[in-house]
């Protein structure tokens, strides 16, 4: 299964990889110290990593804690006071509910920093902190004694770096948008405090959520109660439903359905680019091999006549959007596709492997490409976000995952025609 030099040259240009010396644009500049923005400079280096922007953020008073409680004559004073949950808050910003990496982490801290506000940037939740709280009450009333915090939310997206071409003609690497957006969750330091039915309180506070949930209209905020704990709304319409289950349970038909199992993945067709690639470190030897045994990843190792193609690759199912590709890599020597593991997905340097080719956004890459002229690319996984890179320099690393790509140019390969 030779491929000729002439199929090469033709998927090499297909794909847009090649260009005469004429089209490139000079060497790009150093970059800047200054943080990425859209629009400006990168380097060939910058190909392997990304950085996150802002793009929404909403701020809202949230109460995590929460206990209406009488004081009555006679029973004020310090007093503990064991709240009941009412809001966990998890901070999160990319996959399955956590913070991806340094990129997660990134992210939250570019949230704080927009806002003013501190927030936590690592994954933690509301829910692992104490519930009692502590509190000197100096006069009879009924209070809402709670703990609540700023719940942080918003959207943001993903700066690559990757080959725009300039009003003039000639060609530049810019920062980008890529792919990897994303929602985020966060919150400030938690508060405690108690607020009762006569204060006034100022608007779109915290003590103002625990005052809306101390209900101060309802029968129970009116009614005498011996000094303590008042009972929850969960625990009132628990006591409700046992005495008219019909009319608050609602009939069979008026109750939700669970939803139907999704389908299955289906074997993907593959639509390939003519020609093979190697996937090269640029001015050294080694290059991706894919795995002969199943349990194994890609690792980089040298090209030679025993290699049996596995470190030839074809481009498959290709699509460009604003001019970053999108493929699917097939090897030939074993016939499957890059993936990462979908049971390590979420995990920071998770390692590449191949699978049997499907429909599954952890085969698919963006590749951010150097200047034409350049053979110079990097790779994100569609699903994850995350770059491609390896640790060190050796026979036998492993290609694994970074949330922010490598920093110092790992990231970078070279898409060579074979």
């Known amino acids: ?113 927009a806002l ?30 709670y703990k609540g915090t700023k719940k942080v939310t918003g959207t943001y997206g993903s700066l690559n770096c990757n080959r725009v071409q300039q009003g003039n ?34 608007a779109s506070s915290i003590m103002a959520k625990a005052k ?64 093979a690639y190697r996937l090269d470190l640029p001015g050294k030897v080694l290059n991706w091999s894919a795995p002969l045994l199943a349990n194994d990843g890609i690792r980089l190792r040298e090209s030679t006549f025993f290699s049996a193609h596995l470190d030839n690759w074809r481009l498959c199912n290709v699509t460009e959007n604003n001019g970053v590709l999108e493929a699917s890599l097939w090897n030939w020597g074993n016939g499957g596709c890059a993936t990462v593991p979908a049971g390590i997905a979420n995990q920071e340097q998770a390692y590449l492997t191949t699978a049997n080719c499907a429909e599954d956004d952890l085969q698919r890459f963006s590749i951010y490409r150097d200047v034409p002229g350049s053979s110079k690319v990097g790779l994100q996984n569609k699903y994850t976000g995350a770059m491609m890179g390896y640790d060190r320099y050796a026979d036998g690393e492993l290609i694994r995952q970074y949330s922010s790509g490598r920093q110092d140019g790992t990231g970078t390969f070279a898409l060579t025609g074979v």
């Not at 996150?52 to 006071?81: C, D």
């Not at 003013?116 to 004694?145: C, D, H, I, M, R």
């Not at 929602?183 to 006569?198: F, K, Q, W």
């Open 1 to 113: 299964m030779a491929v000729t030099a002439t199929a090469a040259a033709w998927a090499v240009t297909a794909v847009g990889l090649a260009a005469s010396p004429a089209a490139a644009a000079p060497a790009a500049a150093p970059a800047a110290t200054a943080a990425p923005t859209l629009g400006t400079a990168c380097t060939v280096a910058d190909l392997g990593t990304r950085h996150p922007y802002i793009k929404t953020t909403e701020v809202t008073p949230t109460i995590t804690h929460f206990k209406g409680w009488f004081v009555t004559q006679g029973s004020t004073g310090s007093q503990s006071v064991t709240t009941t949950t009412q809001t966990t808050i998890t901070v999160s910003a990319g996959l399955e509910g956590k913070v991806d990496g340094g990129f997660g982490s990134d992210v939250l801290g570019k949230v704080g920093a």
């Open 116 to 145: 003013g506000l501190s927030v936590k940037v690592e994954y933690t939740s509301t829910n692992t902190e104490s519930s009692t709280v502590a509190w000197n009450f100096n006069q009879p009333s009924y209070y809402g004694v």
């Open 169 to 202: 003609g000639s060609w530049a690497l810019q920062w980008i948008e890529g792919s990897g957006s994303g929602s985020y969750t966060t919150y400030t330091t938690l508060e405690e405090g108690a607020v009762r039915c006569e204060d006034t309180v100022p």
């Open 212 to 275: 809306i949930l101390l209900d101060c209209g309802s029968p129970a905020a009116k009614a005498q109660h011996p000094a303590g704990a008042v009972p929850t709304t969960a625990e009132q319409n628990r006591d409700l439903l046992a005495q008219h289950p019909a009319s608050i349970a609602g009939t069979a038909a008026e109750q939700p359905k669970a939803a139907a199992s999704s389908t299955p993945a289906v074997a993907l067709a593959l639509n390939c680019e003519p020609g």
